[in-house]
Structure formats: structure tokens, C-alpha cells
């Protein structure tokens, strides 16, 4: 028996093969002439430019002033004014506006963008799509080709036949070389990139790569990065000159930083309702905040947030609260948490964000919500669980554009993975892999089934699928590409009770043996057979091999 499905954007080339068991699973891709569309897509999935609006947005309001100061900078303006100037590498603790800045000077590059060509990209830890060398670099690529449509069939030509690698072992030297290619084309004058956070870039070899990179190109390429400061980046950007290096924390710097801060204080202070009419509190509020925030944003921002959601005879009780520094203020944050009524929720919820391999939808969340909560109520709808987000605004936020929760900086999943860890994970954070491959096995169990989107045509190409409305695959899309990955890490340290559920029999069993095809249905309609589904899979042929062979050994010795 047969069943045809189109997935684009394959590895294997046409007419691919699954086989299991006896039944055979044909994936057709498109035509060249669809493959030739699409093939910036396999480089790059992503779009800077709503990246950098979606992540300075859920920072909060951008205010200018607190921002121009650098445009002032004697050392940032030689870089800036200077041909062929290399790398200039902004760096500071968590906290201190980096993104901010770097947003700031975009935004004042695009309004006099004079001859240069600028890319820009903003990694994020948090987020799967965006925090690897190969995004980063396959981001300022797709930028730097559609800003320059007469090379790309150029392009295209040369590196067409390695496309299909990209995912694989070379697909690192495949993009770098492509970068090269692409920004030595005497058709792009004065290429520019500003690559921010890179300290979020998640693989720490991927990483070096990139710098090495950085380093190589800054003969031809300007480059304006930023990240903390972190050791091993210090080390491979030493050829970096220290007039080219703006430190956050150096006396002359972290003055401007502090003003710039307080300037956000005093803009931000205006939009507090609890202080409105009583001038004496909103002074006091104020000295307060500047004598804390030790030049910190991040801080304000937090305390700002807080204060708006305080009544006026209650302001007092908050200022005498809040304590110095990001760490402080989170913990404090989390204590308040633990005494509310709904503690278990919110602990259910963090965990859950923070083990999650990207971003998750609010009708994800209320999947693993419901697995985990026992007080779960089969009435409980979505709004419930944004109410439940927005009590944890100080650690998560909700966007506007996909209802996505995502931390609000990194600096606030530091402190769950580290200080809080052993609050949000009583039983480690293999435990919390375990029932997320646990809640994602069942609710895929309940769900998928043959043919889940009534296709007329089994054949019909992915790319041209609709997803009716609602779309049964929506609440379930995060588990059927990550639950795989949620398995293996849970079996690496034995927080799978001795992989007794790996055994014939148990649930994963059973739903490999019933429900695999509707799996990989449900993949190739989300687009991602390829190569999440076929990394999944590889992953899972591994791990179970690895288990029956400890098995069969542990029978015979």
C-alpha cells in the first residue's frame, strides 16, 4: 500500500521513501521551477525585520533620547565615518540596553542610509529559528539578496546543487562561503551588518565559527555587534582594536548609560496612574528608582511595570520593597508568586517555557498546562491562560501578532534555569523533558488521525494546503516536531524511570505502531518533515536501537 505526500524543501531528492513495516510512504517534492521560488527559504527561515520589531517590543515602549547618546561617541563615529573600519563590538551586563541601542542605530542608519548596503539580525535564545551561526549567517544573507535582486539568479546558479545540504554537516561551510560569495560582489558596495546578542547564539562551537567569520570578512565587511561579556567571545574577538570596543561598564560609558537611564525613569514615570496628582510620590518614586537602578533597564523596566500595576497607597510599600540588582528583583518576583493562590500554575507555566525548545502558542501551553495541572478544569479556556501569562509579566510576555509567550529578556531565563532552578524544577529539569514528551505523546494519541485535514487530493502540494478553521493541528503543532527531542534529553541523565517506557507495549509503542503515518502526516502539513521530522526520526531509530542492544547485552552477560 501507497500513500503519496509533497513535502518541499526535502533532502532526499524526488520521490522519496519512508518504509515501515509493510507500508511504504512516498513524498513527492515540487518541480524544479517551485524549487527555484523558494530556495532563499532553505538559507534563511526567518525575517529580520520582524524579529527586531517583535523583540524590541516586548522590551517595552522604545524611547529615543535615552538611546542617541552614542551617536555622540567619538570612537563609534571614526568606525562609523571610516571606509573599511572592521568590527565595532558594543558589550555590557544583562540588562543594560544593548538591543535597545543597536535598535536605535538601525533605525537611524535606515533614515540616512547615504551608500551603504545594511543587514541586521537579532539573535534570541529563546527562540530555536534564531540563535545558531547558521540562522544568524543565512539571515544577513536573504537580506543582502533581496536588497539586490540582479545577483540572485547569480547566486542561485553557483550554489543551487548545495542547497540540499544546508542541513546537514557542511551546511555551516555551504552559508559562510555563500556570505563571502555574496558581500565580495562588486555589485554590493559597502555591505554593513549589526548581528545582536551574539552571546544567545545557543552552540558554543557554531558560535566561534561566527566570530572567526566576523573577524575574516571585516576587511571588506563593517561589522556593528554587541553581546555581555562573556569570556570566550572576549577571546576570539582579541583582534578587535580597544578603540573599537564600547564597554557598558567603563567609567566614561557607564555614565552616559546612567543618565540615559534616568532619562528613561523620568519619560517613563509619566504614564503611571497611581502617581498621577500627588507631584511629592512621583519625586519620590523617582529619586528612588535612579538612587536602585544601577544602570539598568532591565531594572526600570521591571519596577516601571510593577508600579502600574499598583495602587497609590500601596506605592510606598512597593519602593520600600524593591530591592538593588536583576537577580533581587526576580526573586523577590517569585516569592510574591509562591503565595498566591494559583502558585502551582504558575510554576507548572514557567517550567513548561523554559524547557520548551521554541516560543509556544498560547493553545500549545494550555496543552502541557492542562497534562500537569491538577486542578485543571476541562472549562478553562484560553483567555485563562493569558491571565495566568500576564501574572508572570515579569518574567513572560505574550505577543501581540501570534499570541506566542516568550521570556521577556534572557536575563530572566538565567534566573529560572540557575537561582530558581530548584523552585521551578523540584525534580530537575529532565523530569520537566519527560512530561512534556509525555503530555505531547497523548495529546497526539487523541488527535491525529488519517487524512486530519479531509484532503480531497493525498497527493496535493504542502505549499498550497490551507489549514481549515480551527485547525485540529494548531493546539498540537509544537508537540509533534519537538516530542522526540523532549524524549532523548529526558533519557540522559535517567529521569525516565530507567526508560521502562521504551519497552514493547508501553505508550510510545503503541503509538509508533498506530499512529507513525498520522505522525508524519501531520509533519509534512506543518512543513516540517524536513529536517526537523527526518532529524526526529534518526533521533529516535538511535535511541531505541541504543536501548534493545543495553537490553539484549544486559540478558546475556
Known amino acids: 500500500m501507497a500513500r ?7 533532502t532526499f531528492g524526488n520521490n522519496a521513501a519512508f518504509i515501515q513495516g509493510g507500508v511504504k510512504t512516498t513524498i513527492n517534492i515540487g518541480s524544479p521551477e517551485e524549487e527555484d521560488s523558494s530556495w532563499l527559504e532553505k538559507i534563511s527561515q526567518t525575517n529580520p525585520t520582524y ?20 551617536l555622540d561617541n567619538e570612537d563609534f563615529n571614526r568606525w562609523r565615518n571610516t571606509e573599511k573600519s572592521g568590527v565595532f563590538w558594543i558589550k555590557g551586563d544583562p540588562g543594560k540596553g544593548k538591543t535597545m541601542l543597536l535598535g536605535g542605530l538601525i533605525d537611524n542608519v535606515e533614515e540616512n542610509p547615504g551608500n551603504i548596503n545594511l543587514t541586521y539580525f537579532f539573535c534570541q535564545a529563546t527562540d530555536s529559528r534564531i540563535n545558531t551561526a547558521t540562522a544568524i549567517i543565512g539571515g544577513l544573507i536573504v537580506s ?7 545577483f540572485r539568479l547569480e547566486i542561485y546558479e553557483k550554489y543551487k546543487g548545495d542547497l540540499d545540504k544546508l542541513n546537514g554537516p557542511d551546511g555551516w561551510y555551504i552559508l559562510s562561503d555563500m556570505f563571502e560569495e555574496v558581500t565580495q ?13 551574539l552571546d544567545e547564539c545557543e552552540q558554543e562551537h557554531g558560535c566561534k565559527q561566527l566570530l572567526k567569520l566576523i573577524i575574516e570578512t571585516s576587511g571588506r565587511v563593517k561589522w556593528l555587534i554587541s553581546s555581555r561579556n562573556i569570556t570566550e567571545i572576549e577571546r576570539e574577538l582579541q583582534a578587535v582594536d580597544s578603540s573599537r570596543r564600547l564597554s557598558l561598564e567603563l567609567k566614561e560609558n557607564a555614565e552616559y548609560v546612567t543618565k540615559s537611564v534616568d532619562l528613561y525613569i523620568n519619560e517613563s514615570i509619566q504614564n503611571i496612574m497611581a502617581l498621577k496628582g500627588d507631584e511629592k510620590l512621583q519625586i519620590r518614586v523617582t529619586n528612588t528608582l535612579k538612587s536602585k537602578a544601577n544602570g539598568t533597564f532591565l531594572w526600570v523596566a521591571l519596577v516601571i511595570e510593577q508600579l502600574r500595576n499598583t495602587k497609590h497607597r500601596h506605592v510606598e510599600n512597593v519602593l520600600e520593597e524593591i530591592p538593588e540588582g536583576l537577580e533581587n528583583l526576580y526573586h523577590l518576583i517569585l516569592k510574591r508568586l509562591a503565595k498566591q493562590k494559583d502558585k502551582e500554575v504558575y510554576q507548572i507555566l514557567l517550567s513548561t517555557v523554559t524547557t520548551a525548545e521554541r516560543p509556544l502558542r498560547l493553545e500549545e501551553l ?5 497534562f500537569q495541572w491538577k486542578d485543571y478544569r476541562t472549562t478553562h479556556s484560553l483567555r485563562d491562560i493569558q491571565d495566568i501569562v500576564k501574572d508572570c509579566r515579569s518574567f513572560l510576555s505574550i505577543r501581540d501578532d501570534d499570541n506566542t509567550v516568550d521570556f521577556i529578556h534572557q536575563s530572566a531565563k538565567d534566573y529560572i534555569m540557575g537561582a530558581a532552578s530548584k523552585i521551578i524544577f523540584p525534580s530537575g529539569i529532565e523530569y520537566q523533558h519527560y512530561i512534556m514528551f509525555t503530555a505531547s505523546l497523548r495529546a497526539m ?18 505549499a498550497t494546503i490551507s489549514p481549515p478553521n480551527p485547525d485540529p493541528l494548531a493546539p498540537i ?45 501531520s509533519l509534512a502539513l506543518l512543513r516540517s518533515l524536513v529536517p526537523q521530522g527526518v532529524d526526529a526520526i534518526q533521533k529516535l531509530q538511535n535511541l531505541l536501537s541504543g536501548y534493545y542492544k543495553s537490553e539484549f547485552n544486559g540478558r546475556h552477560v
Open 4 to 10: 503519496n505526500h509533497n513535502v518541499s524543501d526535502n
Open 477 to 521: 503543532a509544537y508537540c509533534c516536531v519537538f516530542w522526540v527531542e523532549h524524549l532523548f534529553r529526558s533519557c540522559d541523565s535517567g529521569a525516565s524511570r530507567d526508560k521502562i517506557f521504551l519497552k514493547d507495549d508501553r505508550t510510545l509503542h503503541s503509538f509508533l505502531r498506530v499512529k507513525y503515518l498520522c505522525w508524519l502526516e
Open 144 to 150: 543582502f539578496i533581496k536588497q539586490h535582486q540582479d
Open 445 to 462: 494519541f487523541r488527535t491525529l488521525k488519517h487524512n486530519i485535514y479531509g484532503l480531497k487530493d493525498p497527493g496535493s502540494d504542502t
Open 185 to 197: 560582489h562588486p555589485d554590493l558596495p559597502y555591505p554593513v551588518c549589526i548581528v545582536d546578542a
Open 51 to 70: 524579529d527586531k520589531k517583535r523583540i524590541l517590543e516586548s522590551k517595552g515602549p522604545f524611547l529615543y533620547k535615552p538611546f542617541c547618546w552614542i
Open 366 to 370: 494550555l496543552t502541557f498546562i492542562s
